[in-house]
């Protein structure tokens, strides 16, 4: 079992960043970890994606070149800072675990989401 908290969402303006964090515990040893977010009224989407050993990693054409996952294992915890934002970030973003990297876009563990608001 794997348990994900998030945290560092909240309100800023467009333009602005924000780095979110999640905290991770429990069977988390090579896993590959994640962050997707669901705007209102849409679908969950897929964000970035980051290996065990951090030398692998996936983006979005959405948010590629503006958000940056990193993790650091000795302290359980991968990151997401987001920079740029635009009033279109504004979701709930969930932190996620996976197996492997090539599972990374269908992950099995889900945090329980930080909500982001960016306004105009």
């Known amino acids: 079992q794997v348990q994900l908290v998030e945290s560092g969402g909240g309100l800023v303006q467009a333009g602005g960043s924000l780095r979110l964090t999640c905290t991770a515990s429990?069977?988390?040893?090579?896993?590959?970890m994640g962050w997707f977010r669901q705007p209102p009224g849409k679908e969950r989407e897929f964000l970035a994606a980051?290996?065990?050993?951090?030398?692998?990693?996936l983006y979005a054409d959405s948010v590629k070149g503006r958000f940056t996952i990193s993790r650091d294992n000795a302290k359980n915890t991968v990151y997401l800072q987001m920079n740029s934002l635009k009033p279109d970030d504004t979701a709930v973003y969930y932190c996620?675990?996976?197996?492997?990297?090539?599972?990374?876009?269908?992950?099995?563990?889900w945090g329980q989401g930080t909500q982001v608001t960016v306004s105009s």
């Open positions: 996620t675990s996976a197996p492997n990297m090539a599972l990374a876009r269908s992950p099995n563990y």
């Open positions: 980051i290996s065990w050993g951090g030398t692998s990693t």
């Open positions: 429990g069977r988390t040893f090579g896993s590959a």
